[in-house]
């Protein structure tokens, strides 16, 4: 049984950092196409990054430069460093996953969601 687990979530001031993880279970990472999508209040999920092997991260054009994903596959989690937070990266944050095709940012293109982390940005 496939099964997404976050953490990391939390509070932290503009400008600050946090790094989300996502444990997986059931299924091995490098078979999947992994990533992390979020929802703020009112508005539609957005692609934030996905990362599959052999051809490396997407990110979405508003965290460019600021968000890195990662993936230790000794531990079966994937990891998204947040750098240079702004109070609009304030959302819930899932991790997702898809088995077939490339990375994109079409939410109904992922197969299993996690049950999301908050992240919220204010001083």
């Known amino acids: 049984q496939v099964q997404l687990v976050e953490s990391g979530g939390g509070l932290v001031q503009p400008g600050g950092s946090l790094r989300l993880s996502c444990t997986a279970s059931?299924?091995?990472?490098?078979?999947?196409?992994v990533g992390w999508f979020r929802q703020a209040p009112g508005k539609e999920r957005e692609g934030v990054s996905c990362?599959?092997?052999?051809?490396?991260?997407i990110y979405g054009d508003s965290v460019k430069g600021r968000f890195t994903i990662s993936t230790d596959n000794a531990k079966n989690t994937v990891y998204l460093q947040m750098n240079r937070m702004k109070p609009e990266d304030t959302a819930v944050y899932y991790c997702?996953?898809?088995?077939?095709?490339?990375?994109?940012?079409?939410?109904?293109?992922?197969?299993?969601w996690g049950q999301g982390t908050q992240v919220t940005v204010s001083s």
């Open positions: 997702v996953v898809k088995f077939w095709g490339i990375c994109t940012f079409s939410p109904d293109a992922y197969d299993y």
């Open positions: 059931g299924f091995s990472l490098d078979l999947g196409r």
């Open positions: 990362i599959t092997s052999p051809d490396g991260p």
